[in-house]
């Protein structure tokens, strides 16, 4: 799975820090979640979308062989 | 509020253990150096949870939450592999000592390895998992 978190952070200038600020989760967690070591539940992945103003299928990337 | 309880627990149960082991080591009399591993062992433990806490001490400083749903999960992961490395170390330990060393190891022996074994396995796939991904 790949996600475009780091590329809708920088169009709104925003750190890992803040973005985690914003969702409610710790620095790690945005940077695991980017380098696609971590699978976020549901809630978190709408809440990430959310925050970076898009939906889920936007955000994340799935490739059908995973 | 929450997140604050939990710290100033975990700092209570380290100072806690600290204590106790002060106590028990001045009272000990001459240690032997099975019981310098153990107390080493405990050390260590002790070190990582004060890492951890103010591991989560800095986060909420930063206003950032102690604990997430990523911790939680790697919580829960390390339990298991602590819970497991517990069962087989109360089964292989008296084992391997009697088997290689012809040492029949006593109940209480038997029983701080079992505890340390399990803490020793939950701190490091904790630490592990937390701050290396999974």
Redesign the interface.
């Known amino acids: 799975m790949k996600t475009r978190i780091k590329e809708l952070r920088a169009r709104y200038d925003l750190t890992q ?1 803040e973005l ?2 914003k969702i ?6 945005i940077l ?1 979640i980017e ?1 696609g ?2 699978n ?2 549901l809630k ?1 992945a709408h809440d990430i979308a959310k925050a970076l103003q898009t939906t889920v299928d936007e955000l994340f990337i799935f490739k059908d062989d995973e | 509020m929450k997140d604050i309880k939990g710290i100033l627990l975990g700092i209570g149960i380290a100072a806690a253990v600290l204590v106790t082991l002060s106590f028990y080591v001045l009272n000990a009399g001459n240690i032997e150096l099975e019981e310098f591993f153990l107390i080493g062992i405990v050390i260590i433990l002790v070190v990582s949870a004060m890492y951890i806490i103010w591991d989560r001490i800095k986060n909420v400083n930063k206003g950032l939450p102690a604990q997430d749903e990523r911790l939680k999960l790697t919580n829960y992961k390390a339990c298991s592999y602590g819970f497991i490395a517990s069962i087989w170390s109360a089964v292989g330990i008296p084992l391997i000592s009697g088997i290689l060393f012809d040492f029949e190891m006593p109940g209480n022996y038997v029983t701080a390895v079992v505890v340390l074994c399990g803490g020793l396995t939950f701190m490091i796939s904790y630490l592990y998992f937390a701050y290396k991904g999974e």
Do not use: D, I, N
Not at chain 1, 24 to 29: H, I
């Open positions: 820090e985690a600020k409610g989760v710790r620095r790690e967690t695991f380098k070591k971590y976020p539940s978190l």
